[in-house]
């Protein structure tokens, strides 16, 4: 778990991390440490005037730059020195009064790697929800490609765009290469409807987000969920489904792929339909290239 490269454009980008005034209370999943190379802090510096000592020092030192003056860790155990713990596959309204005097008071909550150690990752994300307060927002740093036996999972891009509810929104969902030469890497907005879309008759994944089994680099996806008012906790827990088949089940049709030309289509379909084909690499990395920023 870490304050990573991903995780501070994430927060950046998404209008989380800007200076203002202090007094936001912030909950951080895990003991998170500052996890920025040296290129990375003096790219932060240059893009977008974060100061070097701020960059370079703990979680905390940058947390409180963005007026986050109160700072909580949870954990299952205090271990790393989480004041706050909690087993995170209880159910927040299942669980004693541990968490109730916690519930919706954090203006942001960031999981920067925690959800794929925890057998129940929905559950994960409803106890972070539960703590998060209305009009507050939850951050989730998570593995999407290339990260086998990391934890216990690694999410397909569907996992973010399958969850709703009432009153939660996806507002940013962006995928990175990550790694070492992180800032010539490629980024990817997932909310474009290309990373949602699904074509059917070959595979039920969607239809650019499948071309990252194609690549030989590591992949996370950084999410940001705002909650607008009470959720329906429960509903969340147990009816969370692949957005693909609840179209399905509910409306009787499939996601549409209108946005993808019939060309785009073609080379879509050769690609997943000829894995052991030479070419299928070259076009997956060209089609990603062509979705990508720098």
Not at 168 to 197: A, M, V
Not at 245 to 265: C, D, G, M, P, V
Request: charge should be positive; charged fraction near 20%; proline fraction near 3%.
């Amino acid at each position: 778990m870490g304050l990573n490269f991903p995780a501070i454009k994430t927060l950046i980008e998404s209008g989380l991390f800007v200076r203002g005034t202090g007094g936001k209370r912030l909950l951080e999943i895990g003991r998170l440490k500052n996890s920025l190379s040296f290129w990375q802090i003096d790219y932060l510096n240059k893009r977008y005037g974060l100061p070097l000592d701020v960059m370079k020092g703990s979680a905390s030192q940058i947390y409180e730059y963005f007026g986050f003056s109160e700072i909580t860790a949870l954990d299952n155990s205090d271990f790393e020195g989480a004041n706050l713990n909690h087993n995170l596959n209880i159910p927040p309204y299942n669980s004693s009064d541990t968490l109730s005097k916690y519930e919706g008071i954090f203006d942001l909550v960031i999981d920067g790697g925690t959800s794929e150690h925890v057998y129940s990752p929905i559950a994960s994300l409803t106890n972070y929800l539960y703590l998060c307060k209305n009009s507050g927002s939850v951050v989730q740093m998570l593995p999407i490609n290339n990260y086998v036996d990391h934890g216990i999972y690694q999410f397909s891009p569907t996992f973010f765009h399958s969850i709703k509810l009432n009153n939660l929104l996806l507002t940013h969902l962006s995928f990175f290469e990550h790694g070492p030469q992180g800032k010539k890497n490629r980024q990817w907005n997932g909310l474009d409807p290309e990373f949602r879309e699904h074509i059917h008759g070959a595979w039920d994944g969607s239809a650019y987000a499948n071309l990252f089994r194609f690549t030989s680099k590591n992949i996370v996806g950084g999410a940001v969920w705002r909650k607008f008012n009470h959720l329906d906790y429960e509903n969340l827990l147990l009816n969370s489904q692949q957005e693909v088949y609840r179209a399905q089940w509910e409306n009787n049709q499939i996601l549409s792929t209108k946005q993808i030309s019939n060309k785009t289509k073609k080379l879509l379909l050769f690609v997943y339909l000829n894995h052991n084909s030479p070419y299928s690499r070259l076009i997956a990395n060209f089609m990603l290239n062509r979705r990508s920023s720098k």
